[in-house]
């Protein structure tokens, strides 16, 4: 009797075992992702207004805390911010003739200009929902011209790539997740070019395939290559250098790179419309 | 199991699921934040036995990954395992003993993320290794910690009446705090 609880116990989770690894199959199966995205999108065109209702019920009592215990912090930053707005306000003007420069310049290299891509302005509705990788949600989806493979722009330059689309909301996948890599240019006449590889949350980025006395310096700005296959347009902020040393006998030079774009700042980004050229 | 403990127990994934997408992701400390999701197959099995802590694990996972950019049906995989394996090895031990549910908790909460991480990688995420392990199992171990009383309290409730593990304990005269 006992035996035979034992081994009926033992079938149901040989069966339910059984059962996760056929959809894990059918998820990572290119030809029947879309099965499981279906799923997943259905899933969640239910769950985010479930969600949101949780969030604005919840959110009021979060920030009478996070107000009464930041008081200090919220003020200094607000100073901070106040500073930084005049700085902005009386570098606007000389930056009006570098933008006109850099227009010609995007012309005559033909190159996309990003303000002459359409795109879809969006507000992160959830941050790093899973510990293993680097997402954001956006509150945008397939029903408003959101798709899978557009890059996302913020504050800087890149931040990341839509990696799923539901019908009102996205799962972006940001440059630091490990499961990213851009094609970048730099240098005089963006002639060098490396791989920017995310290394988890919370981890620098590196710079690969930069050979042996390729010349580097710390800020040097890599831009998005735009070539051929490319996954983004060419000419988006991506990365600065921030340190760099060709370890002896190493075939490239080993570079860490901060991204552009102030990831701690994702209130607000913009999906660009931009299918990659095949 | 009855369809009343059915409904309950979908209830009580729901809530946690809620907790976890909008309370506890805002938790972060050091880029990690707490995870709900695997106190719930521990809670279950502790409760009821493994067959029960791999189906609710098998079903909460999935639930989980409706909504987590992961591989669709890992969670649901690695929380069946689970569930199974804190049912199958606590079923010597006493429920009444004091350590029982912190422990199990504690342990099952780490070992449960070492093998999601390691099957996402083999299933080709590498990012999922390439995380800070000491600050996620330092994080998981606090929040299993704290939070295996109030899960657990809720699965009890859930699977009121299928206490097949506890027959030996007086439902009512389970006033202890672990």
Redesign the interface.
Known sequence: MARSRRS??TL??IV??V??????S???NGRTHSL?SG??SV??DI?SP??QG??DI?SPI?NFFAGAFNYGAVQSENQQLQREIGQLKATQAEKSFDENQLRLLTKLENLPFLKSLPTVTAQTV??????????ITLDKGRADGVAVGYPVVGAGGLVGQV??SFHHTC?V?LIT???SKIGVVFGPSNKYTAIVD??????DLTADLVPPGTPLRKGQHMFTSGLQAAAFPPGIPVATVSTFHTPSGASQISITVEPSANLSQLAYVDVVQWVPNT | MTARSVLRVALVIFVVL?VQ???M??L?I????P?LLWLLPITAALAD???TG??IG?WA??SF??????????S??VG??LG?AVGALTTAVDPRTTWLKPVAALTGSVAA?ML??VL?AI??????V???FV??FLMISISSLVFVLPVSRLMRWALAGENSRHSLVSAQADGRLW
């Not at chain 1, 959830?126 to 997402?135: G, L, W």
């Not at chain 1, 995310?198 to 981890?203: A, I, L, S, W």
């Not at chain 2, 990954?65 to 890992?74: E, N």
Request: proline share 5%; net charge negative; with cysteine.
């Open positions: 009926r116990r149901t989770v339910l075992v059962v996760s690894l056929s959809l894990i059918l998820d990572l499981t799923i997943k899933a969640n769950y479930l969600r949780v969030v919840i979060g959830d941050q790093y929902t899973s510990n293993f990788t680097s997402t990696i799923q799962v996948r997740d490990g499961q995310g290394q988890g949350p919370g981890n | 809620m997408q909008t309370m992701v805002a972060r050091g880029g990690v934040h995870d036995g493994p067959e791999g189906i098998f996972g999935l990954d409706l909504v987590l950019p992961t591989p669709f049906g890992l649901a995989l069946c395992l199974y993320d999601f991480a996402g299933l080709g995420q590498p990012q999922m390439q995380i800070d600050a996620l």
